[in-house]
C-alpha cells in the first residue's frame, strides 16, 4: 500500500517538475545601425525583453536551486567511499543478519542483495490458513525472542520461544575468497513439552533483489541445492543436506516474486493442501513445486525449502561461494559445532574482559541478562538502500532524496526496524564499547546523508522492506525538523582516538568529516534558533490544532511531554538549548586537536553553559526548576464539541481542546526530564544551590523517583499520564524511559566524583537508582521473556514495544558502569 502511493507519488513528480528551459536565446544581437527610429523601439523592446527573460531565468534557476537543495548531497567528499561494504575492502561484515525485521535472515551490505531466510509453520492445528511466522510481529505473541550471542561480525545465535516449541537459529560466517566467503545456518526446533507429538515446517529460502539468477535442483520434491549468481557474490551454491528428524518429508517452491517485501504473500499463494498419511486427516500444507509464472521475465528469482517432521527437527543451509578456493572442510557438522563454539568462547571472554558484571556484584542469570541485551543491540544492526521522502517549503508535493546506503541499528525489531537518529547516538554509545569500528562506520554511514543544507532527515525509511512497515503519513521527512545531535555522544570518544591512533587512515576520515560535523552543527545553530541570542526552539510544532491537550514536539524526541500549550515563535526549549551546548563543546573539542578554528565553538560553549545566562532564561523561580518558556497555560481539558443541530447523525465528534484558562508568557513548569537537562549534560555547576533542587526533585516519589526508575513526568505535574487527542494515550508523561535513566546516572555518577557540596547525595541517590533499573528490568525480562521501550512507574511492568534492544539495552552500560 505504502508502495504503491510512493509511487504514484514519483509519477506526479515527474508530471510537476517547473518545465525546464529549453530555449536558452538570451538575445545578444541589438546593434543593427540602420533605420534608427524604428530600431530604437524594437531596441528597447528588446533590451526590455532580454532583461525580463534574463530575470526570469534567473528566477527559474534559483527557484530550482532552492528545490534541489534538500535533495542535493552535501557538497564534500563522503566518509564511507563507493566500495568500502564491499567484499574487498570489509569482507568481514559483508554478510550479516542485516534484517532485523525478520525472527531469522541474512543479507549482505549491498544495494540490491539477495536476500536469504526462514519462516515456519505448525501443521495440524486447524487454524486455516496457518499462521507463518517470518516478519517479527506482536501479534504472533511469541513468548520470547532474540539473540543470545552476536558478536556483529563472524556468528550469532538466537533462541525463539514460540508457543509449544522453542526454535534456535545460528550463523557462523567463513569470510574467504573474494565475494565475501561462506556461511552456514542452523536451525532446531524442539518440543516444550513430551506431550502429543507436534509437526512443524521450516520454510527456508533465498530471493534476488532485481539482479542476478538462481538455479535450483531438486530431487523428487526435495531441493537439494541452488546454483545462483549475482554481481557481488559472483557464482554460488547454497545446499540443504539432509536435516536430522525422524521421517522428514520434503517440498519446496520455485516461483517468481515481483518484490523482495511480499515473499510471505507470494508463498501463500502458492500453497497446496495435502494429506499427511491415512491416519492425519487434518491440511497438511505444502508448498506446490516449480511454479515459475509464464509471464514473468527471465527465470525463476525466488525458492524455498519445506521441510515438514515430527519435532525435534534439525536442520542446516550451507552457502559456499565459488570464490573460495581451497575449503579443506565444509562448514557443517561437527565442523560447524566447533566454529560456532570457538566463536563462543571469544564472546564470552570478551564481554567478560570489557563489562567486569561478576566483580560489579552480578550472579550468572542477571549477566546472561546483559548479554542478551547486549547481542540484540548488535545483533539488530540491519542493511538498508534507498531513498527518503522529503520535503521543503519550496515544494508541494514530497520528493525523493538520493538513494543512499544506511548501516545502523534499530530501535525494535518488530515496530521500528529502520534508522532513527537521536536513538542511534545512544545506540553507539553501547556499539562503540563492544566494537568501535562498527560504530564509526555506522555513524559515518548518517553523516553521509548530510545534505547540501546541512541537514539529516530523522527517520531513515530506506527500501521496499522498510516502507512496508510504515504509516504513510510518516514517511515524508521535513527539512525544517531537528532531532536531538545525540551522535556527538558517542563521536567525542570517535575522535579522540582517531585524534590518539594518527594513522593515515584516521587522519583522512577526520579530513571528511569534519566539514560534515560543521555544517550538521550549523544547521542546528541556524534553523534552530529562538527569538533571542542564546535561545533555541524546536520546529514541528503544530500551533493549529484543537485537538491536542498540548501540541506534540516530535522533533524533540520527546513526542508529548508538555512544552507551551500554543506553540509560538517566542518559546524557548531548555533540552535544545543543553543539546546545543554539548554539541558545540564536543566541536570545541575536535576542531582544537584538528587545529582548525575553534575558538567560536569554545565561545557558543561558554554562553550556553554560563549558569547566570541560563537561569535568566530557563529558571523558574514559581517552579523552581529548570523549565522552556511560552505562551501557555495548563489549565485545558480535551471535550467533545457542543452539538451541532445541523450535523448528520450518526457522526460522533472528536474531542477538541478547551483552554479553562487564557494562555500567557510564563515559564512551562511540568517537573520531568526537560526539567533535568541542564544537570543531564552536566552544565549545571556543582555548587549550583540548583543542583541540589534537581536532587531533591528526583529523589521525591512524588515527583520523579520511583522504585523502577526514573519516571518522565512528575506525579505532580497537570498533564501526568494525560491523555493527549481522544485516542492517543501518555507517551513520555509518566513512564520510566532507559536512555534517560542513562544520562541522569551519568549525571549523577559525574557529579558524585566532582568536588561540591552535593557530592554524597549525587553517591546516594546514583547507588538507589542504578539498583532499581536494573533489577526491574532483569525481573521484566525474565517474567515476560522480554526488554521493553519503557516501563510503568507504578508497577515496573514492560510497556510498548517489544524487544525493544535499542537504547533500552544501556542497561548493560549501567551495570557495568559505563558512562
Ligand atoms: C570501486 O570498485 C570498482 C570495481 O572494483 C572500481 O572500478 C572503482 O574504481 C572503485 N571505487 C573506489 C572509490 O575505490
Ligand atoms: C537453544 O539455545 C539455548 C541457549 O542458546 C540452549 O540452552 C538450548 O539448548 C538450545 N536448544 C536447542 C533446541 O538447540
Ligand atoms: C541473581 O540475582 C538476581 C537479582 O539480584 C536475583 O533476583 C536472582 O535470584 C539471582 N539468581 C541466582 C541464581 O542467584
Ligand atoms: C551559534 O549561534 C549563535 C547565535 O545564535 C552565535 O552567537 C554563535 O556564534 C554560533 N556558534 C557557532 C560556533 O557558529
Not at 188 to 217: C, H, T
Not at 377 to 396: A, L, N, T
Not at 716 to 742: C, E, F, V
Request: with cysteine; net charge positive.
Amino acid at each position: 500500500m505504502t508502495k504503491d502511493r510512493s509511487d504514484s507519488r514519483r509519477r506526479n513528480l515527474v508530471k510537476n517538475k517547473p518545465p525546464e528551459i529549453v530555449n536558452n536565446h538570451v538575445p545578444t544581437r541589438v546593434s543593427s545601425k540602420t533605420k534608427q527610429g524604428l530600431d530604437f523601439r524594437t531596441k528597447l523592446i528588446g533590451i526590455f525583453v532580454t532583461t525580463v527573460s534574463v530575470a526570469l531565468i534567473a528566477y527559474f534557476r534559483y527557484q530550482q536551486l532552492l528545490k534541489d537543495a534538500v535533495i542535493t548531497p552535501f557538497d564534500s567528499p563522503k566518509i564511507i567511499h563507493d566500495n568500502s561494504s564491499s567484499p574487498l575492502v570489509t569482507p568481514e561484515r559483508f554478510w550479516g543478519s542485516y534484517r532485523p525485521h525478520t525472527y531469522f535472515g541474512l543479507k549482505t551490505r549491498t544495494a540490491h542483495s539477495p536476500v536469504v531466510g526462514l519462516m515456519w509453520l505448525q501443521q495440524f492445528t486447524g487454524k486455516m490458513p496457518p499462521p507463518i511466522r517470518h516478519w517479527c510481529n506482536q501479534d504472533d505473541q511469541i513468548k520470547g525472542y532474540g539473540w543470545t550471542a552476536h558478536d556483529g561480525v563472524n556468528f550469532g545465535v538466537q533462541e525463539i520461544n514460540d508457543d509449544n516449541f522453542v526454535l534456535n537459529t545460528s550463523f557462523v560466517k567463513r569470510s574467504e575468497g573474494i565475494h565475501g566467503g561462506d556461511w552456514t545456518a542452523k536451525i532446531s526446533v524442539i518440543p516444550k513439552e513430551s506431550g502429543s507429538p507436534i509437526f512443524v515446517s521450516l520454510m527456508f529460502y533465498i530471493a534476488l533483489d532485481g539482479q542476478g539468477s538462481l538455479d535450483p535442483v531438486a530431487s523428487k520434491n526435495r531441493l537439494t541445492e541452488i546454483n545462483g549468481h549475482t554481481e557481488e557474490l559472483g557464482n554460488f551454491r547454497m545446499s540443504f543436506p539432509k536435516a536430522s528428524a525422524k521421517s522428514p518429508k520434503y517440498h519446496h517452491l520455485v516461483t517468481y516474486t515481483q518484490s523482495i517485501e511480499k515473499l510471505k504473500e507470494v508463498m501463500m499463494g502458492n500453497i497446496r493442501v495435502d494429506a499427511w498419511d491415512k491416519a492425519r486427516t487434518m491440511p497438511y500444507f505444502i508448498l506446490g513445486g516449480r511454479m515459475v509464472p509464464r509471464d514473468s521475465p527471465g527465470g525463476p528469482n525466488y525458492a524455498v525449502h519445506q521441510i515438514t517432521a515430527q519435532l525435534p527437527i534439525e536442520m542446516e543451509v550451507l552457502f559456499e561461494s565459488e570464490s573460495v578456493e581451497d575449503r579443506s572442510e565444509p562448514l557443517s557438522g561437527d565442523t560447524y559445532d566447533k566454529t560456532l563454539h570457538k566463536y563462543l568462547a571469544r564472546f564470552d571472554q570478551k564481554f567478560t574482559d570489557l563489562f567486569q558484571l561478576q566483580r560489579k556484584g552480578y550472579n550468572k542469570s542477571v549477566t546472561k541478562f546483559a548479554i542478551s541485551a547486549m547481542s540484540n543491540m548488535i545483533g539488530g544492526i540491519g542493511y538498508f538502500y534507498g531513498s527518503s521522502i522529503v520535503q521543503s517549503k519550496y515544494h508541494k508535493e514530497p520528493v525523493n532524496y538520493w538513494k543512499a546506503p544506511l548501516y545502523t541499528a534499530v530501535p525494535s525489531r518488530p515496530f521500528f526496524p529502520r534508522g532513527f537518529l537521536w536513538d542511534e547516538g545512544f545506540h553507539n554509545i553501547l556499539i562503540r564499547e563492544w566494537d568501535e569500528s562498527i560504530s564509526r562506520d555506522i555513524l559515518f554511514h548518517w553523516l553521509d546523508l548530510l545534505n547540501s543544507e546541512g541537514w539529516i532527515p530523522r527517520e531513515q525509511i530506506l527500501g521496499e522492506e522498510a516502507r512496508a512497515k510504515v504509516p504513510a503519513q510518516f514517511v515524508v521527512q521535513q527539512n525544517r525538523n531537528a532531532n536531538p545531535p545525540t551522535f556527538f555522544l558517542p563521536l567525542q570518544k570517535i575522535i579522540s582516538n582517531m585524534i590518539k591512533s594518527n594513522t593515515d587512515k584516521d587522519r583522512a576520515i577526520l579530513k571528511a568529516l569534519y566539514p560534515r560535523l560543521k555544517a550538521w552543527y550549523n544547521w542546528y545553530n541556524t534553523t534552530q534558533v529562538g527569538s533571542q541570542r542564546s535561545v533555541y526552539r524546536w520546529r514541528g510544532r503544530d500551533p493549529t490544532t484543537n485537538k491536542q491537550l498540548n501540541p506534540q514536539t516530535l522533533t524533540s524526541g520527546l513526542d508529548d511531554y508538555p512544552r507551551a500549550s500554543h506553540p509560538t515563535d517566542d518559546e524557548r526549549h531548555i533540552d535544545l538549548r543543553c543539546w546545543m551546548a554539548l554539541a558545540s563543546g564536543v566541536m570545541a573539542d575536535i576542531a582544537r586537536a584538528l587545529n582548525a578554528e575553534w575558538e567560536e565553538y569554545r565561545a557558543t560553549y561558554q554562553m550556553l553553559s554560563d549558569n547566570k545566562l541560563l537561569d535568566e532564561l530557563h529558571w523558574s523561580k514559581e517552579g523552581q526548576q529548570y523549565s522552556d518558556y511560552g505562551f501557555h497555560t495548563d489549565k485545558v481539558k480535551l471535550e467533545f464539541p457542543k452539538v451541532n443541530p445541523n450535523q448528520p447523525p450518526g457522526q460522533q465528534p472528536e474531542k477538541v481542546r478547551v483552554e479553562i484558562t487564557n494562555p500567557k508568557y510564563q515559564f512551562v513548569n511540568s517537573f520531568g526530564y526537560v526539567s533535568l537537562f541542564p544537570f543531564l549534560l552536566k552544565i549545571v555547576e556543582p555548587s549550583s544551590p540548583k543542583l541540589f533542587s534537581i536532587l531533591n526533585n528526583i529523589k521525591n516519589p512524588n515527583m520523579l523517583w520511583t522504585d523502577y526508575g526514573l519516571r518522565s513526568l512528575s506525579r505532580s505535574a497537570k498533564l501526568y499520564k494525560r491523555y493527549n487527542t481522544q485516542h492517543d494515550g501518555p507517551y513520555w508523561r509518566g513512564a520510566i524511559w532507559i536512555n534517560m535513566n542513562y544520562l541522569t546516572l551519568g549525571a549523577l555518577n559525574h557529579y558524585s566524583f566532582t568536588e561540591g557540596p552535593y557530592q554524597e547525595l549525587a553517591k546516594t541517590i546514583y547507588k538507589d537508582l542504578r539498583n532499581n533499573i536494573v533489577e526491574n528490568m532483569y525481573r521484566q525480562y525474565i517474567k515476560t521473556g522480554y526488554i521493553w521501550e519503557n516501563y510503568d512507574d507504578k508497577t515496573g511492568d514492560g510497556k510498548g514495544s517489544h524487544p525493544f534492544t535499542g537504547w533500552s539495552a544501556l542497561v548493560v552500560l549501567i551495570m557495568a558502569e559505563k558512562y
